[in-house]
């Protein structure tokens, strides 16, 4: 882990694009078959060996809190995939039997899917993902900043929750150390959490409008959707 100040002076140097994640970032790579989102594992895939072959083109950056929450819910989102695939096997079940019932069963014996594999290869991309990461040691002037946004509800604690609100801080004053280090290469904040974070129900729209104004000061550009930073940083394929 490092403090903002120290990543800030790094990072700044190398001039590289900076992607800060949230935790559901992360969490979301589990889960994107049963969201109807398998195509953006490949994406996921394509982050990771960006970050891995040519590190130059992008840094990832998430705060220790992620760390923490990943490890905290991991296995929690493990199982509401695995409940995805049995519930699906259950599905396909009948589908067979339906078609047998009819006497025109299905061309082919596959009536199973249920691979836990699947499941912890899903969980391990999302951990490789975050260990490519720089984490930010937690800052106190930070978590004291979020503690009064849920104290004035104000978003993304408008419901008194604390822990986006130091993702936020901890964002703001990470991209502001950049900013006045010279940093130009573009530094964003992806969330897929729609109800704190996004601009109606677009991502793509950038923050909430209570938010905007606090990630304009910084220059952190806020996107709900890792498929548009990856297009917008030119590294889809």
Known sequence: MKAIAEAAAEIAAAQRPVLCLDT???????????????????????LLDVVV???????LVVN???????????????SEAWTWLVETDKQIA????????LLRPLPFDARTYTDPQLIDDLAALGQAILGQAVVLK?????????IERVKKKQRPSHNKQVKD??????YL??????RDRGHTAGRFFISTNVSDFWHETD?????????????????????????IVMNNLGILK
């Open 203 to 227: 991502g793509a729209k950038g923050p909430h409008s209570e938010l905007s104004d606090d990630m304009n000061d910084a220059g952190l550009t806020f996107r709900g959707r890792l498929p």
């Open 53 to 59: 072959t040519t590190p130059e083109r992008v840094q």
């Open 165 to 170: 609100s130091i993702h936020l801080e901890t």
């Open 138 to 146: 937690q800052d106190t002037d930070c978590v004291l900043r979020a």
């Open 94 to 101: 009948q589908i067979h039997r339906s078609r047998e019932e």
């Open 24 to 46: 559901c970032v992360l969490l979301d790579v589990i889960t994107l078959g049963n969201r109807g989102q398998a195509d953006q594992i490949g994406l996921n895939r394509r």
């Open 64 to 78: 220790d809190l992620v760390v923490w929450e990943w490890n905290q819910r991991k296995d929690d989102v493990k």
């Open 173 to 178: 004053e990470f991209s502001r150390q950049l």
